[in-house]
């Protein structure tokens, strides 16, 4: 495989979307009813989406855990110097489990903003992942900018989900879902945040029956759109619109995985105006909804490993990337004294200093932060449990269940504490010009299954809400921006 590699030196990656899936083809001759997920131990493939890495679609790739092997590995399709299409690994390298549940993974080959491919000698490490083996996966590999000097290594996330067969939904089978905001361009507006989606299937037809809402909540246009499902080199693919497989307009390429997880990969190209089969975004992350109402105890009562994204916060002039944290909730009570830094400055803006915490938490709460610790090199997000515990800077407060829908919480606050990213405990986060404590809370969703008996919590919060998504910069000053968490229940 090395050697493949290099040969392969200089070639360009191409956005997987329509090319990826336009190749190797075939009908869905087998489809699958919902059944559990094959048990680890096995090779997990998974399609990736909805975020790009370095220039490369690995939101539009297939992505393997071989649990036996201890390797990681990203496919897609290259040009090479004849503007042929390869196919070929995007990103390989290897992974361990860590005491937390997080997998700790070393990336022998990666690619560049230039597109290119290059080896890793050692190994570069930093990227993380959790996976609900055989179901789906969120990961943040690594992508190192080229084009820098000295080169800089920043988080791309990925979210994943199991793309070995077609939907097969002869009754209707409800899913819910959190719009993903573009990375690179976030849009001045929004036309979904979250929503809930009927999808039924008529034999590679899959039909999807969305009803979108923005935080507020405030619904969405209605809408009701059918694509089709096919086998292809990257899994079983639903695409959107109806036979654009062949087209180079925009497309939405969905894996509705056989657990209960649903990915999907939007790209909205030229002067095409859509709003793609979920009513916006750069495409969604969903899990099936749960037959029943939630019982709040047992989901705050969990503990929970994923990850915090927000692609507007970086740190000026700072040698770490804070953009995609790997991050865990529920080790802590809020009475916990790893939590006084949190609770405290959300007191002392709540009715008071900077008036920008306009309630407190109420017991729907769940605590938690990211990794994000001094280590040897440096700061370093490192969620092995060797450098200590996640940080409590961070409190997702669900608030009550939609008495109509069961698993949308679509009152939800997030409360951001002082000690949050790029400050610390040591060195708060304090309001311009004073020496007091900055916090701020802002309105969420969060929508939430169980798969494989575990439960999976996304939560989206927006610049466009009143108040808007708002979290601090060097400056010690808000910046808005989307904001977004995505859980998987810790098993361990």
Not at 182 to 193: I, K, L, Q
Not at 238 to 261: D, F, H, M, R
Request: contains cysteine.
């Amino acid at each position: 495989m090395m050697a493949q590699i290099q040969k392969m030196a200089g070639v360009t990656i191409l956005s997987l979307g329509l090319w990826a899936v336009s190749l190797g083809l075939t009908g869905c001759s087998e489809s699958a009813a919902p059944v559990t997920s094959p048990a680890a131990g096995k090779v997990n493939t998974y399609f990736s989406g909805p975020f790009n890495v370095a220039g490369s679609s690995v939101g539009r790739s297939s992505t393997s855990f071989d649990h036996a092997a201890g390797q990681v590995a990203v496919s897609g399709f290259v040009t090479n110097n004849q503007s042929i299409l390869v196919p070929t690994q995007t990103l390989s390298g290897s992974f361990t489990s860590a005491s937390t549940g997080f997998l700790a993974v070393s990336e022998n080959f990666i690619t560049t903003t230039t597109g290119h491919l290059i080896p890793q000698n050692p190994p570069l490490s930093g990227a993380w992942a959790v996976e609900i083996p055989g179901a789906g996966a969120l990961g943040n590999f690594l992508n190192v900018n080229s084009t820098s000097n000295p080169p800089t290594i920043t988080a791309a996330p990925a979210v994943m989900a199991d793309n070995t067969a077609c939907p097969y939904f002869p009754s209707q089978s409800t899913f819910l879902y959190v719009n993903v905001p573009n990375p690179s361009a976030v849009s001045p507006s929004d036309t979904s945040n979250y929503g809930i989606v009927a999808i039924t299937t008529q034999g590679s037809a899959v039909t999807f029956n969305a009803t979108p809402f923005l935080v507020g909540p405030l619904a969405g246009t209605q809408s009701t759109l059918t694509g089709a499902c096919s086998v292809s080199t990257l899994g079983a693919l639903t695409a959107y619109p109806l036979n654009s497989y062949g087209q180079a307009s925009n497309v939405e390429l969905v894996s509705i995985g056989k657990s209960g997880l649903l990915v999907s990969s939007f790209t909205s190209a030229g002067n095409v105006s859509s709003i793609g089969a979920f009513g916006g975004g750069n495409g969604v992350i969903g899990v099936q909804q749960p037959s029943s109402p939630v019982d709040p105890g047992s989901l705050i009562a969990a503990k929970y490993n994923g990850f915090m994204y927000s692609p507007k916060n970086r740190v000026v002039g700072g040698t770490y990337d804070i953009t995609q944290l790997a991050s865990a909730f529920g080790n802590h009570a809020g009475t916990d004294p790893v939590c006084s830094a949190l609770q405290s400055s959300l007191a002392a803006n709540h009715g008071q200093g900077a008036n920008t915490v306009p309630i407190l938490p109420s017991p729907n709460t769940i605590f938690g932060g990211e990794f994000l610790v001094d280590g040897p090199s440096g700061r370093v997000n490192d969620p092995s449990g060797q450098l200590g515990s996640e940080n409590c800077d961070v409190a997702i407060d669900l608030g009550n269940e939609d008495s109509n829908n069961a698993g949308i919480f679509p009152n939800a606050t997030i409360f951001i504490g002082s000690n949050y990213p790029p400050f610390s405990t040591t060195n708060p986060w304090n309001c311009f010009g004073t020496s007091s404590p900055c916090a701020v809370s802002f309105p969420a969703a969060a929508v939430v299954g169980q798969v494989q008996n575990q439960f999976v919590i996304l939560v989206v919060a927006t610049p466009n809400s009143n108040p808007p998504a708002q979290l601090p910069d060097s400056f010690n000053s808000l910046v808005n921006q989307p904001f977004e968490i995505y859980l998987f229940q810790n098993s361990q």
